[in-house]
């Protein structure tokens, strides 16, 4: 006669959920080991990171952001070179003056104007695409941990907004170097000498800043068109329309305070560097008006806010 326990002991384990009578428990603890596997950090940035480059809106939008800061840097070397011809009535010199080092640095940061909006425009695809095409769901269905995968995505989004913002600036850098080679040059002052790292590697933060921000813009809206509106209204119209309204009424002085913290403001501000021509007191004065470090901390406000309120969004937000 068998053994009664034996039996026992040889007898399947059903799983309810799933209604598999065959597997026993070493199999589901396999399955939920197994569960575990796409849920690493690393993991999900990599995964974020091809997501990111398989997106063919992504290449023409960094191709053409390198295009326009090159074609600007080219451009604005032509135009300094050629002033540099004239003197204060206008009229032409057969010997050039001396070009400010700080003009070669200005150029430099005013060159990357277009690779802002282009690369946070890259920034809101890499979201709301998702969304737009409903692969959001599989996305979550892989890393279920929302706010683990709205991080990866911001560190994805990080890497490749410092990286090609890095290459395009140091390439427009060399490029002025390269056609104001041959003219007088005069060096940075004493307050000017970290300048080239400020544009440089601050710059390189910064673009990763206003990307972040409109990734959290992207991730509020999550419609695509709404969020590259929204995101040109705030970085580009923002500081115009403010303007507008200073200019209609001097009385209205919080509309020349506001146009002061907008994005592209202390964008401006702080890649200014601790230049005269950015000191606080040759600005319109107001109640508070921020230097170049103070820009920088600004954004980075600007960017956790919006970051924050995006991440929270999307973990407490329906998928549909």
């Not at 690393?42 to 480059?53: D, H, T, V, W, Y």
């Not at 972040?212 to 509020?220: D, K, R, V, Y």
């Amino acid at each position: 006669m068998p053994n009664a326990t034996n039996a026992t002991a040889e007898k399947p384990v059903q799983n309810h959920r799933s209604g598999n009578i065959n597997q026993r428990p070493k199999d589901l603890n396999q399955n939920r080991s197994m569960a575990h596997v796409h849920l690493s950090f690393l993991g999900s940035i990599r995964a974020e990171l091809l997501k990111l480059f398989s997106i063919a809106s992504t290449w023409w939008l960094s191709a053409i952001s390198v295009l326009l800061t090159v074609g600007f840097a080219a451009m604005f070397a032509w135009s300094v070179k050629q002033e540099s011809h004239y003197d204060a009535r206008g009229k032409w010199m057969a010997t050039a003056a001396p070009i400010p080092r700080t003009e070669l640095f200005n150029c430099v940061a005013q060159s990357m104007a277009f690779a802002f909006i282009l690369i946070g425009v890259v920034a809101i695809l890499s979201i709301t695409g998702e969304y737009g095409t409903s692969s959001v769901q599989m996305s979550l269905v892989v890393n279920p941990r929302r706010v683990m995968f709205m991080n990866a995505k911001a560190v994805a989004v990080a890497i490749y907004s410092f990286v090609l913002s890095l290459v395009m600036l140091l390439v427009s850098w060399g490029l002025l170097e390269a056609m104001l080679s041959g003219s007088k040059q005069t060096p940075l002052g004493s307050k000017e000498r970290w300048l080239p790292l400020i544009v440089v590697l601050g710059g390189a933060a910064m673009v990763t800043l206003v990307a972040e921000f409109a990734l959290g813009l992207g991730a509020m809206l999550r419609s695509t068109a709404g969020g590259v509106v929204v995101f040109i209204a705030i970085y580009t119209m923002s500081t115009s329309i403010l303007g507008i309204i200073y200019g209609l009424s001097k009385h209205m002085q919080w509309a020349m305070e506001l146009s002061n913290l907008m994005p592209s403001s202390l964008v401006d501000t702080f890649m200014s560097g601790p230049s005269p021509v950015s000191a606080p007191s040759q600005l319109p004065k107001g109640w508070f008006v921020p230097n170049w470090w103070q820009s920088g901390l600004l954004m980075l406000a600007w960017a956790a806010v919006f970051y924050i309120v995006g991440t929270f969004i999307v973990r407490k937000r329906d998928v549909k």
